[in-house]
């Protein structure tokens, strides 16, 4: 079982027959397991889930918020915006952004992973919108 909140972002590939991970943060507890219609057979798919990669260099880089940004207030400072202004940011929304105010204060836009469903693949959607940060 993947959850997005747990694993990141979950890419399958289907053929139509077989089911394939493609992407994913961590890996499967359960086996896939398919039914070959021809020979009526059930078996467990042996695929192996590729190896973790590791984000580009520049999504590796510091979680602040370009310097020129912060000074000229493009950014939405995570410890002091409203709820409205936190909404704006990528995947917050409403009860989100309460979430967000409940756990207060941040030391860094990554720590926003303590958020429930915020993990690895909407953490890297947030920074590369470049829009909040933490002053």
């Known amino acids: 079982m993947y959850q997005t909140s747990q694993h990141g972002d979950v890419v399958f590939q289907s ?8 992407e994913a943060n961590d890996y499967p507890t359960t086996p896939v397991v398919t039914k070959d219609d021809s020979t ?5 798919d042996t695929t192996v889930a590729p190896p973790v ?3 580009a260099p520049d999504a590796q880089a510091d979680d602040t918020t370009n310097k020129q ?7 939405v400072d995570i410890n002091t915006a409203s709820k409205e202004e936190l ?3 990528i995947h917050i929304g409403e009860e989100r952004a ?3 105010i409940k756990l207060r204060p941040f030391d860094s836009v ?3 992973t303590r958020i429930k469903g915020i993990a690895a ?3 890297k959607d947030i920074k590369t919108e470049n829009k909040a940060c933490v002053r």
Do not use: F, H, Y
Not at 15 to 22: M, P, T
Not at 40 to 44: A, D, P, R, W
Not at 69 to 75: K, L, N, P, R, T
């Open 53 to 55: 990669q590791s984000p």
């Open 98 to 100: 309460d979430q967000l």
């Open 121 to 123: 693949g909407r953490l």
């Open 110 to 112: 990554d720590q926003l």
């Open 40 to 44: 009526n057979e059930t078996k467990e």
């Open 87 to 89: 909404m704006t940011i």
């Open 69 to 75: 940004d912060v000074q000229s207030g493009a950014c």
């Open 15 to 22: 053929d139509g027959q077989k089911l394939k991970l493609i």
